[in-house]
């Protein structure tokens, strides 16, 4: 039986939180600890990799960015998204692919670009295998056609004697890629997007493309197109695809320059969640779909304004403090709601919204790097059932582009603390974001059960929310490591505007 995390609202000095180890909510699935990459500003080409450097050390032999690459693996993603995004919608998988001189150069639609198409499947495949990560394609279902798609799955997975099989060996890779996880287009839904489809349409067709697909390879896990989780194409379309799709994708960008509204709109996500996880109950329900057991896929989520970082601008953030907050927050939900998630994809790797920026010559990590790194590393295992209280946030709400007002009127309100636990190893992790801007919380940690004398901090804190991290000062808004005996979590004080990760071992 699923389990609520209580939370309350509190008017005393002290705010609690209860740790009970075997109340435990669910299993975290490792893979919401997943990765996009899209070929969109200086992602691919200057991130991943760089055909053009000079510097000595900084590529190897494939011109993979060494340093990318180390980054990327102490985060440990699971599986990584490719190629797209809304650039999917006009990609043909066959311009690249075989012999590089003879790859056709593409107008790009979705950033209005141009592509090179110097990195295409086989490229791709070739860096998941070096950073030990599972590979996950989008097919094109706005320009694309499902005989393009089933050719795609063909040549990635076959090891038959059949035209496709035998190109992926023409092109030097004799044994199949087997590529689990496709996903049925990306934000068919949008205005935006190569292809817009109706609920209604979009339906039918994944409906029939899945169907084809699966006759190819039943072993492929395949994900449906959903809109945000808060939208009726969300409901057409588990009503639809139900009984054809293993996973269902939601997608949601938060952020706000004021302070409050940032750190706060990552609730969301959280009601984005557990709607979706009802439409699917629904689905099961009304299709006779009970054997189903799909889960949510959130492919793409981070902190991003298209105002200050336009795509078609490379859409190159620079994130502060506030925005390592959230993105603490973010991931605080991901634990929460473990049981319905399967899947949750940072957007995206390098430069373009991410937590990894490049120069010709070398990297820095943002600050959201070290909040989703403190979560990658330690959050794992089981999520822990909690009671929580803490002072509430009453004030305005909002994300990008005026949206998310509604949190204030539909949540009521939000926790100043904002906090998930996990045990793993017989070691309990409890992520703790302050979102006050003014205070520090003493916070009485109760433990139930026996644990070791010392516990270990990891703290993400700046008196400036504004702090951000450049080239010139990369080591401005850090992790900071500590030690507190685990006899004074009666009284365990968090910065105020801060993130810490508590780790208890037991005894």
């Given at each position: 039986?699923?389990a609520?995390?209580?939370?309350?609202?509190?008017?005393?000095?002290?705010?609690?939180?209860?740790?009970?180890?075997?109340?435990?909510?669910?299993?975290?699935?490792?893979?919401?600890?997943?990765?996009?990459l899209?070929?969109?500003?200086?992602?691919?080409?200057?991130?991943?990799?760089?055909?053009?450097?000079?510097?000595?050390?900084?590529?190897?032999?494939?011109?993979?960015?060494?340093?990318?690459?180390?980054?990327?693996?102490?985060?440990?993603?699971?599986?990584?998204r490719?190629?797209?995004?809304?650039?999917?919608?006009?990609?043909?998988?066959?311009?690249?692919?075989?012999?590089?001189?003879?790859?056709?150069?593409?107008?790009?639609?979705?950033?209005?670009?141009?592509?090179?198409?110097?990195?295409?499947?086989d490229?791709?495949?070739?860096?998941?295998?070096?950073?030990?990560?599972?590979?996950?394609?989008?097919?094109?279902?706005?320009?694309?056609?499902?005989?393009?798609?089933?050719?795609?799955?063909?040549?990635?997975?076959?090891?038959?004697?059949?035209?496709?099989?035998?190109?992926?060996?023409k092109?030097?890779?004799?044994?199949?890629?087997n590529?689990?996880?496709?996903?049925?287009?990306?934000?068919?839904?949008?205005?935006?997007?190569?292809?817009?489809?109706?609920?209604?349409?979009?339906?039918?067709?994944?409906?029939?493309?899945?169907?084809?697909?699966?006759?190819?390879?039943?072993?492929?896990?395949?994900?449906?197109?959903?809109?945000?989780?808060?939208?009726?194409?969300?409901?057409?379309?588990?009503?639809?695809?139900?009984?054809?799709?293993?996973?269902?994708?939601?997608?949601?960008?938060?952020?706000?320059?004021?302070?409050?509204?940032?750190?706060?709109?990552?609730?969301?996500?959280?009601?984005?969640?557990?709607?979706?996880?009802?439409?699917?109950?629904?689905?099961?329900?009304?299709?006779?779909?009970?054997?189903?057991?799909?889960?949510?896929c959130?492919?793409?989520?981070?902190?991003?304004?298209?105002n200050?970082?336009?795509?078609?601008?490379?859409?190159?953030?620079?994130?502060?403090?506030?925005?390592?907050?959230?993105v603490?927050?973010?991931?605080?939900v991901?634990?929460?709601?473990?049981r319905?998630?399967?899947?949750?994809?940072?957007?995206?790797?390098?430069?373009?919204?991410?937590?990894?920026?490049?120069?010709?010559?070398?990297?820095?990590?943002?600050?959201?790097?070290?909040?989703?790194?403190?979560?990658?590393?330690?959050?794992?295992?089981?999520?822990?059932?909690?009671?929580?209280?803490?002072?509430?946030?009453?004030?305005?709400?909002g994300?990008?582009?005026?949206?998310?007002?509604?949190?204030?009127?539909?949540?009521?309100?939000?926790p100043?603390?904002?906090?998930?636990?996990?045990?793993?190893?017989?070691?309990?992790?409890?992520?703790?974001?302050?979102?006050?801007?003014?205070?520090?919380?003493?916070?009485?940690?109760?433990?139930?059960?026996?644990?070791?004398?010392?516990?270990?901090?990891?703290?993400?804190?700046?008196?400036?929310?504004?702090?951000?991290?450049?080239?010139?000062?990369?080591?401005?808004?850090?992790?900071?490591?500590?030690?507190?005996?685990?006899?004074?979590?009666?009284?365990?004080?968090?910065?105020?505007?801060?993130?810490?990760?508590?780790?208890?071992?037991?005894?």
């Amino acid at each position: 039986m699923e389990a609520a995390q209580t939370i309350t609202t509190t008017k005393t000095d002290h705010s609690l939180v209860k740790v009970d180890p075997q109340r435990i909510l669910s299993k975290i699935d490792d893979k919401i600890y997943s990765g996009f990459l899209e070929h969109m500003g200086r992602c691919i080409y200057g991130g991943i990799v760089d055909f053009d450097c000079k510097v000595s050390g900084l590529v190897n032999d494939k011109y993979y960015r060494l340093d990318v690459a180390g980054a990327l693996r102490d985060l440990n993603m699971p599986v990584v998204r490719y190629p797209g995004g809304n650039y999917v919608s006009s990609y043909h998988w066959l311009d690249a692919v075989g012999p590089k001189e003879n790859r056709p150069r593409r107008p790009e639609l979705a950033w209005l670009g141009e592509e090179s198409n110097l990195f295409g499947t086989d490229e791709f495949m070739e860096w998941c295998e070096f950073m030990g990560t599972e590979p996950y394609l989008c097919l094109n279902m706005g320009t694309g056609t499902l005989d393009e798609a089933l050719a795609w799955v063909e040549y990635c997975n076959s090891n038959k004697n059949t035209y496709y099989a035998n190109l992926r060996r023409k092109n030097g890779h004799e044994k199949p890629y087997n590529v689990k996880y496709w996903g049925l287009g990306n934000e068919v839904w949008g205005p935006w997007q190569v292809g817009q489809m109706t609920a209604d349409e979009y339906g039918k067709k994944a409906y029939q493309w899945a169907k084809a697909l699966k006759l190819l390879d039943p072993s492929i896990k395949l994900i449906s197109c959903g809109c945000d989780g808060l939208n009726n194409w969300d409901y057409e379309v588990t009503q639809a695809v139900i009984s054809k799709v293993d996973l269902h994708s939601i997608h949601l960008y938060t952020s706000n320059d004021d302070y409050y509204k940032n750190v706060t709109a990552p609730a969301a996500a959280e009601r984005a969640i557990q709607i979706t996880a009802k439409l699917i109950d629904l689905a099961r329900i009304t299709q006779n779909a009970y054997d189903s057991d799909v889960k949510i896929c959130f492919d793409e989520w981070n902190v991003w304004d298209p105002n200050r970082a336009p795509g078609p601008k490379g859409a190159e953030e620079s994130y502060t403090l506030s925005d390592a907050l959230a993105v603490a927050s973010w991931c605080n939900v991901f634990i929460r709601q473990a049981r319905h998630v399967g899947m949750a994809n940072i957007a995206q790797c390098v430069n373009v919204i991410a937590p990894i920026m490049t120069t010709k010559e070398g990297m820095f990590l943002q600050t959201i790097y070290h909040t989703f790194l403190l979560f990658c590393k330690y959050m794992r295992g089981d999520a822990i059932n909690l009671h929580v209280e803490t002072p509430m946030y009453t004030g305005e709400t909002g994300g990008m582009l005026h949206t998310l007002q509604w949190i204030k009127t539909v949540e009521i309100a939000v926790p100043i603390l904002d906090i998930s636990a996990a045990i793993k190893d017989r070691v309990i992790s409890i992520a703790i974001v302050n979102r006050s801007l003014e205070d520090d919380i003493p916070v009485k940690i109760a433990l139930e059960g026996s644990y070791g004398q010392i516990a270990t901090t990891y703290t993400v804190y700046h008196d400036d929310v504004m702090a951000n991290n450049s080239m010139e000062r990369p080591n401005n808004v850090v992790i900071v490591e500590g030690t507190v005996k685990t006899s004074s979590l009666d009284a365990f004080l968090v910065k105020k505007h801060s993130f810490v990760m508590l780790r208890v071992p037991q005894d």
